[in-house]
């Protein structure tokens, strides 16, 4: 007989979250051995199109619960969409992304159930024919244990994010996907969230930054980083380095990124001056696009590199910095253009959309 | 308005040794301090309390425990309470929410609750979300920052990557602030002399009103302590097809795969045009536009 995982999906910024894909991997490595089914809850305002992804991961069967009073997170508002649906389903585990929002609702639901809870796992498993297991880590990643409930018991847990990455897709035969509009009152959640603010590029980790411009030795001095810094404020992107320029002084200790500072994730990792030693490439591993510019053509991370630039980067950088404004102007003209605002002013009206779409 | 405060006193993770083979912690070396969150909400509950309001501390744990609440007195908590059941040496997270939130019960509700947002030990961070769901209220976790408005809290929550998020929540509510929300100011002399005289009531099962049979939540069979390492992660596989040498070269890369990148070279002006070109390509100038 197959058993029910469910797994909570997560959005940002209308796509699933990587840990939410995670999740979606760890149910389909127990589904293949035990022949489960995974059902993919995917609450949210619009996002239905998302489900077609959760499938093309291993989801059997996804239910879209989809309402305009779920667009903003509400631990009550997720509880009210999310509970009839997880009592209907009746899953043998429910797995989901190890999040501050599932901190919250999930918690309480696991209270209102009492079902136990386990957070920062790094391994979901069903061992014999029904018992959870679970691995997960206390005391700051430094602890490990594992844990096995009596067969049968429902549990509830939150894969730490990062722990497995995702492999190329495992999609079932067939998939089910459904869409339900549930009944919801946005004025009895009691918690609301109006807004998210965007991380401060110039202040966030460099472990969270999604992009990163990187000084190397070739940088030269506090000057070359200065227009670095230019650049990234242009690309919104977050200042970091190697271990020679940090020690330098030009760059702040936390900012090094290397075996013994920062291992990074960014969308987008432009390095300057970078040769590509193994120690900073051992830190920049997970970035998924890379951009080096350096006078060596001999240097690994040219090599490494998705664009590899081969010039002086004190000519590059300002050039640039030039180009990518006027780019960047270009781009938001015809938006401004194309904005329904018949009014008088036209700069002033231009404004207007654009302040107001930024947090 | 009556402010209750959670605290729990955990091992500084900075004593905790870990023994390399078996992952088990070695306790004749662990040192006990005040969770650093609940000392931040400790802090913001003393900010917040007006004249007339008062901020009631409350524990979880055997004798040893009355120290972060002498701690609490000693910083101007009005009063404090310790719950504790000597047979059931747990602290798990279904017990403990289930003992404070009897515990706030029976002593008064409170108009609002602030914990501490996760513990350094277990690090778990479910407590308060648990106490709110047994009082029936509403919660808010990882919260940074926090205004009071009537019957309303205004606040400022961490989200993943760097991210923050506004919003508001009804009281009565739970709020669990990060360690780094507020900074625990320092005890007076007076006060920790008055702290280290004072009685510290303490709340057994039958004062709550509660039997051992309550505390029955489904626990794990097995807990077994592992050695604490990471857990391979899926990563990029080497084309089989490709001679031994360069797989190798892929592999000894650091997780970074020969990319099918390009390499330019030229005048600095088509450099940069090249650059700008690749970066419009992916996509990378339109949302910071």
């Known amino acids: 007989m197959s058993a ?80 009839p649906v997880l009592k209907e389903a009746r899953p043998a585990l429910i797995i989901g992304p190890d999040s501050e929002y599932g901190r919250t609702w999930l ?68 998939t089910e996907i459904e869409i339900v509009t549930p009944k919801l009152d946005p004025t009895s959640f009691r918690d609301r969230i109006f807004r998210t603010l965007p991380p401060d590029p110039s202040t966030v980790d460099l472990t969270d930054a999604e992009r990163i411009v990187g000084a190397g030795l070739g940088v030269g001095g506090p000057e070359g980083m200065s227009q670095l810094q230019q650049l990234a404020d242009l690309l919104g992107a977050t200042l970091g380095g190697t271990r020679v320029a940090a020690d330098r002084g030009w760059l ?76 960047m102007n270009e781009r938001a003209a015809p938006d401004q253009a194309s904005t329904p605002s018949p009014t008088i002013e036209p700069v002033s009206s231009a404004m207007v959309p654009d302040g107001a779409e930024r947090p | 308005m009556r402010i209750a405060v959670c605290l729990s006193r955990l091992p500084d993770p900075k004593t905790v040794e870990v023994d390399p083979i078996t992952g088990e912690i070695d306790a004749s070396r662990t040192l006990y301090v005040l969770n650093p969150a609940d000392a931040a909400a400790l802090e913001i509950a003393l900010e917040l309390r007006a004249p007339g309001d008062r901020v009631t501390a409350l524990t979880v744990g055997s004798e040893a425990a009355d120290s972060v609440l002498r701690d609490a007195l000693a910083v101007g908590a009005d009063d404090v309470l310790r719950v504790w059941e000597e047979d059931r040496a747990t602290t798990r997270p279904l017990v403990t929410s289930l003992l404070l939130a009897t515990a706030l019960r029976t002593e008064g509700l409170p108009d609002l609750v602030v914990c501490g947002a996760r513990t350094l030990a277990g ?47 009804t009281l009565p509510a739970v709020l669990a602030v990060q360690a780094d929300a507020a900074r625990l100011r320092y005890a007076t002399l007076p006060g920790i002399m008055r702290a280290e005289r004072a009685a510290i009531p303490v709340r057994h099962l039958p004062d709550l009103g509660l039997s051992p049979l309550d505390l029955n939540f489904p626990s794990p069979t097995f807990r077994t302590p592992m050695p604490p390492y990471a857990r391979p992660r899926e990563v990029f596989i080497p084309d089989s097809h490709l001679p031994p040498h360069e797989r190798a070269a892929q592999i000894t890369s650091a997780g970074i795969a020969k990319r099918s990148g390009k390499v330019v070279e030229g005048a600095p002006e088509e450099l940069a045009d090249a650059i700008v070109a690749f970066l419009a390509e992916q996509g990378f100038l339109d949302r910071s536009a």
């Open chain 1, 4 to 83: 029910v995982l469910a797994v909570v999906a997560e959005t940002d910024h209308g796509e699933l979250t990587t840990p939410t894909l995670e999740c979606v991997a760890e149910a389909r490595d127990i589904a293949l051995e035990r022949g489960d089914r995974i059902h993919a809850l995917l609450p949210g305002s619009g996002v239905a199109p998302l489900a077609e992804e959760l499938a093309a991961h291993g989801a059997d069967r996804v239910t879209v619960i989809d309402h305009e009073a779920l667009a903003q997170f509400s631990a009550d508002g997720w509880l009210a969409a999310l509970e």
């Open chain 1, 252 to 327: 702040a200790q936390n900012r090094f990124i290397g075996t013994t500072g920062k291992i990074v994730s960014p969308k987008l990792y432009l390095a300057f001056g970078i040769s590509g030693a193994g120690q900073h490439v051992a830190g920049i591993g997970n970035s998924e696009i890379i951009i080096a510019v350096n006078t060596d053509r001999t240097s690994p991370l040219l090599k490494m590199a998705d664009l590899g630039v081969i010039g002086d980067l004190h000519e590059i950088v300002p050039l640039l910095v030039r180009k990518l404004e006027e780019a």
């Open chain 2, 123 to 169: 690090g778990s961070g479910k407590v308060p979300a648990l106490i709110a769901e047994n009082l029936g209220w509403p919660a808010v976790t990882d919260v940074l920052e926090l205004s009071l408005h009537a019957a309303r809290v205004h606040f400022q929550r961490r989200l993943g990557r760097g991210g923050r998020s506004e919003g508001e929540v």
């Open chain 1, 107 to 174: 918690a309480r639901l696991s209270g209102r159930w009492r079902m136990p809870l386990v957070t920062s796992c790094s391994r979901v498993r069903v061992v014999e024919d029904g018992y959870p297991e679970a691995y997960r880590f206390t005391h700051d990643r430094r602890v490990h244990e594992r844990l096995v409930w009596a067969r049968g018991t429902m549990a509830g847990f939150m894969l730490a994010p990062g722990v497995r990455g995702i492999g190329p897709p495992r999609p079932p035969e067939h």
